[in-house]
């Protein structure tokens, strides 16, 4: 239960970041709060010669607002997202999902930009960044570049980031007018990884048909999902003729790869996500409908 | 694989203490091993069971998931400095002995750094705010309910909405 031997880096700047990791390659890892990476170190199922600790770098911490996003570095710890007043204010659906996260002492190191590249896909953030279309910011050797959340999150613990790529902010859309926004999971105990969940966003008109409706799920495969086949079928609709439970239900139909372990088999775990999206459907029409 | 050490400074119970440390030593292992104060206790040593939470600049975390290096010029706040100088119990210490907080002890100065942390943060709490702080810490013992009795009690009094409303179980 002890990590393996390496070596801690702790530079000033991103450039230096992301320089060491080119030099070392897959032998380096960038470590920020450490909530996922040291109990994996510690497991031993995983093993870097080399850790790269962002935490003297200016710039990856905070959220500021510009034009219509809220832009939050990627080393702002989960605790500082969940108390920040203009991320309450503006990106509502990433406030509500970070007291699900673990626990206070967790979230008090955990970092949003350490959950989006750690990319379980039973964690909360990743689905979050896919139902708000966020769009995640990276440095390399080679320059900067944005990535969509669409783009981001490619298998099970693997992301588009490059090996010698750093994860420096996430920008996510703020609150327009007409907009609802939930999450709901299922978990066994309070701060566990959920069994299944789900975070929605969704716009309606001034007719109340739904303009656009994202719906993430997570614990429901090797990566955290967008739910496009429903999205599609709910577009144009009045919100009063969608059953919320019929939505749920459409969210799991496409669904591949669905997870069976101990605690829940496949089938439970599609029909604990059906449950969670009809209830995070129902809350967020409600909110866009009513403000 | 080179596993040059480190020098660290950390400031631990008001105590400023400089080391050479293994880059992979958690500061658990250095508040115990180097700093020989062996109240914070190791249960799980991946960040599940709470047993080794101390105060890092003032917040709550699991010493098992930092690594000292990490902790550098930073202040720690262990077990060993929550009671006054004389020795008296703090109200969450007292809280704990007075309505059987704890059994064999074990997850005691996990459970009691927690509670401090959130009730300096929450010093009004209901009962759900209670359960939902005390989730990441483990007991095998009490059966939680002395736990629970015990911050209720050192928070004073539930606030009135929530003093009769029932647990709510997620």
């Known amino acids: 239960m002890k990590p393996s031997s390496f070596t801690y880096h702790a530079p000033d700047s991103a450039e230096e970041v992301v320089s060491l990791l080119a030099d070392y390659g897959e032998d380096a890892k960038v470590i920020a709060g450490g909530q996922s990476l040291v109990p994996m170190l510690a497991l031993r199922l995983a093993v870097f010669g080399h850790l790269v600790d962002v935490r003297r770098v200016a710039g990856l911490r905070g959220a500021a607002r510009f034009n219509g996003s809220v832009r939050v570095g990627a080393a702002?710890?989960?605790?500082?997202?969940?108390?920040?007043?203009?991320?309450?204010?503006?990106?509502?659906?990433?406030?509500?999902?970070?007291?699900l996260i673990g626990h206070f002492q967790i979230r008090n190191r955990g970092t949003i930009g350490g959950s989006l590249a750690h990319a379980d896909a039973a964690a909360e953030y990743p689905a979050v960044a896919l139902a708000l279309d966020a769009r995640l910011e990276t440095l390399s050797p080679r320059g900067a570049r944005t990535i969509p959340a669409g783009e981001f999150f490619t298998g099970v613990w693997t992301t588009a980031l490059a090996?010698?790529?750093?994860?420096?902010?996430?920008?996510?859309?703020?609150?327009?007018?007409?907009?609802?926004?939930?999450?709901?999971?299922?978990?066994?105990?309070?701060?566990?990884?959920?069994?299944?969940?789900?975070?929605?966003?969704?716009?309606?008109?001034?007719?109340?048909r739904v303009r656009s409706g994202g719906i993430a799920l997570f614990g429901l495969g090797p990566t955290p999902l967008r739910a496009a086949a429903a999205e599609a079928a709910v577009a144009g609709s009045a919100v009063a003729d969608l059953a919320a439970e019929e939505v749920g239900d459409a969210a799991m139909e496409a669904l591949e790869s669905v997870p069976s372990d101990l605690?829940?088999?496949?089938?439970?775990?599609?029909?604990?996500?059906a449950a969670m999206v009809a209830a995070a459907w129902r809350r967020a029409t409600q909110e866009a409908i009513n403000g | 694989m080179a596993d040059s050490d480190v020098d660290i400074e950390i400031r631990v119970n008001g105590a400023g203490r400089r080391a050479s440390v293994p880059a992979r030593l958690t500061l658990a292992d250095f508040l115990r091993e180097r700093c020989r104060l062996t109240g914070t206790h190791l249960g799980c040593e991946h960040g599940v069971c709470g047993a080794c939470t101390v105060l890092l600049d003032g917040q709550a975390v699991r010493a098992c998931l930092v690594f000292a290096v990490q902790a550098d010029g930073a202040e720690v706040t262990t077990i060993e400095a929550i009671a006054a100088p004389d020795g008296g119990l703090s109200p969450v210490q007292a809280a704990f002995r007075e309505h059987h907080g704890l059994q064999c002890g074990f997850c005691t100065p996990g459970f009691v750094i927690t509670a401090t942390a959130f009730l300096r943060d929450n010093p009004d709490p209901t009962d759900e705010q209670i359960r939902d702080a005390l989730s990441g810490n483990l007991c095998r013992c009490t059966g939680y309910q002395g736990i629970l009795k015990a911050v209720r009690a050192a928070a004073g009094p539930a606030p009135a909405e929530s003093a009769s409303a029932p647990a709510n179980e997620r």
């Open chain 1, 163 to 208: 090996a010698d790529e750093l994860l420096t902010g996430v920008a996510f859309p703020a609150r327009r007018e007409r907009t609802g926004f939930a999450i709901e999971e299922f978990a066994r105990r309070r701060g566990d990884f959920a069994i299944a969940g789900a975070a929605v966003a969704v716009e309606v008109d001034a007719g109340q």
């Open chain 1, 76 to 99: 702002t710890t989960q605790a500082a997202v969940g108390n920040d007043a203009e991320i309450a204010a503006a990106v509502p659906l990433l406030a509500r999902a970070t007291p």
């Open chain 1, 263 to 273: 605690h829940a088999d496949a089938g439970y775990r599609k029909r604990v996500g």
